[in-house]
């Protein structure tokens, strides 16, 4: 647990400050260090921290042969989404929802469905993101990535960027690393809801 301490704090140089309650949407533009590591010694997941430094969301998944279910959480340890695999027929895809949920107990639906787009080019991916389902009042976005770099934008159905993630570099240019990414936030957006997708999306691509 040290050696990840210590590793924690050179991914992001203000990591050690006890962290604060985070807010639910965006009021500016705002920026995130995701690093692709779970804070449980030999445990899967991610770590985000926000511009100073505090840990905002964290997912730990204590059972490591064990992704089809995992739960991302705020920084004291509260559940916000619950994400699950599901398949039908040849199609799988990832779904959130907000009430604790396990794979037999999900009868009040989903938030949000995220699943790969087939009708894709040959460089570049994308994933179908529909949002609202819990609501009734669906929504999509959309998930575009290189396969040549590890980089991609979440956009809305105007095609107006949400998020966009990259790989974080230091002060002096050097990359820090393939799991540790820097992620821009615009306005007025939902942090968890696209915290949820970004989980979900890391999933499908086995980033975590």
């Known amino acids: 647990m040290t050696k990840q301490i210590l590793t924690m704090g050179k991914v992001h140089p203000q990591a050690l400050i006890s962290s604060?309650?985070?807010?639910?949407?965006?009021?500016?533009?705002?920026?995130?260090?995701?690093?692709?590591?779970?804070?449980?010694?030999?445990?899967?997941?991610?770590?985000?921290?926000?511009?100073?430094?505090?840990?905002?969301?964290?997912v730990d998944n204590y059972n490591c042969s064990h992704r089809n279910e995992v739960h991302l959480m705020d920084q004291r340890g509260m559940v916000l989404f619950t994400i699950l695999k599901k398949q039908y027929k040849l199609s799988r895809f990832w779904e959130g929802y907000k009430l604790p949920a396990t794979r037999n107990n999900d009868q009040k639906g989903p938030c949000f469905r995220v699943c790969k787009n087939y009708s894709i080019s040959r460089w570049d991916s994308t994933y179908e993101v529909e949002l609202g389902l819990d609501k009734n009042q669906p929504y999509n976005y959309k998930i575009e990535s290189s396969t040549c770099k590890s980089a991609y934008k979440i956009s809305d159905k105007f095609g107006v960027i949400v998020a966009e993630l990259r790989r974080k570099k230091s002060s002096c240019g050097v990359d820090l690393g393939d799991d540790v990414f820097t992620m821009v936030v615009e306005p007025n957006i939902d942090l968890s809801l696209i915290m949820g997708v970004v989980v979900a999306y890391s999933l499908m691509k086995s980033k975590m």
């Open 20 to 58: 604060t309650t985070c807010n639910i949407f965006t009021s500016k533009q705002e920026t995130f260090t995701l690093w692709m590591k779970s804070l449980v010694l030999n445990g899967k997941g991610c770590t985000v921290f926000d511009s100073n430094g505090q840990i905002a969301y964290r």
